[in-house]
């Protein structure tokens, strides 16, 4: 028995195909939405590739350029097909072509949902990526004479003034590395001395942070070096007193920030998503519709439509077996190739 049968007369289906031709419309516009959406988000990420890890965190924004594209492409043709069903003899052409097209939709609608889906699951993929492409950025904030990383000092620099934010997961990281470049060291000092000898690694490692860290609207002058002194300041106690520096830590607002995006960009994904559906479901009732008339010469004869052909448990035990006959039928297939090698091999 047909799944969610309904009876459609010329008017309803000439109705039908004009809301979808409208529809499809619509949905072409929503491609060009989703492909600027991908397109925005790429171009945020790339600002901060430096600061970040690996590519794994521009699979979501390639994957709505994609998705967007294809979307033009395949509402464009619905677009079309719609137009072309209200004449029986161009329908004709297209007739053979539904059923492979509505089943391309069909994996096009489910891989844009999984599209969706990963809009709001790869928070932790990127919270990795953040937090090991800062660290390596951090470290290299000091080769302001180094090919190649010569631009990190200002890139830090204005990603903290940016985003309001200081070190990677807070202030004190900037206490575990050294910050300033050995060219601006006077290695004559004994304090500088006194400080590279006091590490194993030999580093200038001194309990202060980059200018970029300090909060503009402390009314306190920023206390940037020999922050956990409390003698070295009036009035000062590092541990009951607010900081006059951002307190929040650049991966968590990086974080915020793109998960915020990734977030807004799930949501109009999923919103699209079921305009596509519905663009599909419509699709096969036309297409079913279309079919059930009875006399192509009688337009005007009523037809029934459906969703599927048969109920859901035997549409599923259907497309099983058609998948056990393909299995079996490659099978078959390579046997003979096989055997018809045999012979040659003797």
Known sequence: ????????????????AQGLWLMNWFSVLAGIIIFSLGL???????KRSDVMNNSESHFVPNSLIGMGVLSCVFNSLAGKICYDALDPAKYARWKPWLKPYLAICVLFNIVL??????CFLLRGSLENTLSQGLKNGMKYYRDTDTPGRCF?????????????????NGFRDWFEIQWISNRYLDFSSKEV???????????????????????PSSPRPCIQYQITNNSAHYSYDHQTEELNLWVRGCRAALLTYY?????????????????EVTITIGLRYLQTSLNGVSNPEEPESESEGWLLEKSVPE???AFLESVKKLG???????????????????
Do not use: H
């Open 152 to 168: 990190m000092k200002k890139t830090i620099d204005m990603l903290q003034i940016e985003f309001k934010c200081c070190g990677n």
């Open 259 to 275: 998960s915020s995006l990734m977030n807004s960009m799930g949501i109009v994904t999923l919103l699209i998503w079921l305009f």
């Open 1 to 16: 028995m047909a799944l969610l049968k309904v009876k459609f007369d010329q008017k309803k289906r000439v109705k039908l």
């Open 328 to 346: 079996k039928g490659n099978q078959v297939e390579a046997e003979g190739t096989d055997a018809g090698q045999a012979p040659e091999a003797s």
């Open 40 to 46: 925005f988000l790429k171009i945020e990420l790339r």
């Open 315 to 317: 549409t599923w035990k």
């Open 193 to 215: 001395k006194d400080r590279i000898k006091s590490n194993v690694d030999g580093r200038y490692l001194v309990d202060g942070v980059p200018f970029s860290c300090c909060n």
């Open 113 to 118: 949902f999984l599209v969706a889906l990963c």
